[in-house]
């Protein structure tokens, strides 16, 4: 008896101890789950884009805008500009005729023969020229170009929101497996223990009806390899528990050791095959990512027939400081005025971008009849699997109880000298063998469910699916 009670004692401090030990976290799979949306890195990835995607949005809106520059500047000469009346007069087609006027003008005022010229230079532009002015610019038509890539930015912005949700599908998922996983290897190591529980009690009358001389040395020996192989499983069981534990703990990002509070179950039916088809095919969001993609496309295709069109701008120049000599006092202080801009021949290839840019669209839209194929067919599949899972755990409970009665009755067969230890540990691991196989079964049930749930936009239904357990498979 007392390797049964050293197994039992074993047994309480793995279920119990250790979940118990280190500030352990107990977690409904919804709790796990809110956890995972909250602290995920790849999701945090997922929601900047997002954030991205919108500011640039709001940057392509803001092209509608006037652009308003506050402009300065400063330029040094070799030397100043200057003109004077030799200037004019060679610039004149009668000036040989207008000299002696300035001549006449020069005695007049006293100035030299020789002097007159230099005298009455004037400086256009000084060596040092500064300049300030506030420049503007507003596009009145572009072609729809503006108005093309505003609406390529919004599809982008969609197609990361559709994006992120496509990444927490995935997630989704992956917590179930994670999740359920630490649940169906706590059962397998429940049933591991329970077998090397029965055989640790095998082994204890084995040896006692070796010493009252009712069985041979052969089956006491056979007892006790059997004890020990089942002590070897319960170890095993026992390391894949802890591993299935150390991965869902790290999944959702918890600081303590995470233990599942809800158990794996099971449904009495599922809602019909093609609700969920309808449901996949109407907000699967892959099928968004791909008519994002269709929608820029589309904006591209705009963009590039708007280099067809003339463009019309508004522009206007207020000057704050043109310099002190004749030609920044003679200057303008402001202009205004519409430009339009014809463009006749382009090098940018334009034709074929546009041709390029429709080849995209119906690029997308042979995509998204296989995405609609392949998605079609990954629903039926799932869905087949789950009722496949279903038939085999309902199949195996009249297997259990069998394997139930064949354990107690070869128990006794076996006290009474009727049977052998190997019947009896045949037994023992056919039970353990059909409960693992259950529990199994299960857990393939809702893997399978949570990939429908996920794929048809409905995984917010999970839990409804957990409380209508109608085959009493608690945690």
């Not at 009252?212 to 390899?225: C, P």
């Not at 002190?324 to 205004?336: E, H, M, Q, R, S």
């Amino acid at each position: 008896m007392k390797r049964f009670i050293s197994t039992s004692c074993l047994w309480f401090g793995v279920l119990f101890v250790i979940p118990a030990s280190a500030g352990a976290a107990d977690l409904t799979f919804t709790e796990s789950w809110h956890m995972l949306l909250q602290n995920n890195e790849g999701l945090a990835a997922e929601r900047s884009g997002v954030e991205r995607a919108a500011q640039l949005v709001q940057a392509n809106k803001g092209r509608r805008l006037p652009t308003l520059d506050l402009t300065g500047s400063y330029m040094r000469l070799d030397d100043p500009v200057t003109i004077g009346p030799s200037d004019l007069l060679a610039s004149m087609p009668a000036g040989a005729g207008l000299e002696q006027i300035f001549t006449n003008i020069g005695n007049l005022l006293g100035i030299p023969a020789g002097s007159v010229n230099q005298a009455l230079t004037s400086t256009l532009r000084d060596d040092d020229v500064w300049n300030a002015s506030l420049r503007a610019l507003w596009p009145l038509f572009t072609g729809g170009k503006i108005s093309a890539a505003t609406d390529i930015a919004e599809a982008q912005q969609v197609e990361a929101e559709f994006r992120l949700k496509m990444e927490e599908q995935v997630k989704f998922e992956e917590l179930a497996k994670y999740y359920f996983g630490v649940v169906l290897a706590e059962r397998v190591l429940e049933t591991r223990v329970e077998v090397q529980d029965g055989l640790a009690e095998h082994l204890d009358h084995a040896v006692k009806l070796e010493e009252q001389g009712q069985i041979a040395r052969v089956e006491r020996l056979q007892a006790a390899a059997s004890y020990d192989r089942a002590l070897v499983e319960r170890k095993k069981a026992e390391r894949d528990f802890e591993i299935a534990a150390l991965a869902l703990t790290r999944i959702v990002r918890s600081e303590s050791p995470v233990h599942p509070v809800n158990g794996l179950f099971t449904n009495s039916q599922l809602p019909p095959e093609e609700s969920f088809v309808d449901s996949t095919l109407a907000q699967y969001p892959g099928l968004g990512v791909l008519d994002a993609k269709r929608r820029q496309a589309n904006g591209l295709i705009k963009v590039n027939q708007a280099d067809y069109y003339p463009g019309v701008f508004v522009f206007g120049n207020y000057a704050f400081y043109q310099g002190d000599d004749l030609v920044g006092k003679t200057a303008p202080d402001w202009l205004l005025g519409v430009g339009v801009n014809i463009p006749l021949i382009s090098p940018s290839g334009r034709r074929d971008r546009v041709g390029a840019a429709r080849s995209a669209v119906l690029q997308v839209d042979h995509l998204r009849g296989q995405a609609e194929h392949d998605l079609q067919l990954l629903v039926e599949k799932t869905y087949r699997e789950a009722l496949q899972a279903l038939e085999e755990y309902e199949g195996l409970a009249s297997s259990l109880e069998l394997a139930e009665e064949n354990v107690r009755l070869r128990n006794i067969a076996f006290s009474q000298g009727l049977s052998t230890s190997l019947d009896v540990v045949d037994g023992q691991l056919f039970l353990a063998g059909i409960r693992t196989q259950r529990w199994v079964a299960a857990y393939r049930y809702v893997l399978s469910l949570a990939r429908l749930l996920a794929v048809s936009g409905g995984a917010g239904d999970f839990a409804s699916f957990q409380n209508s357990n109608n085959l009493g498979m608690g945690s």
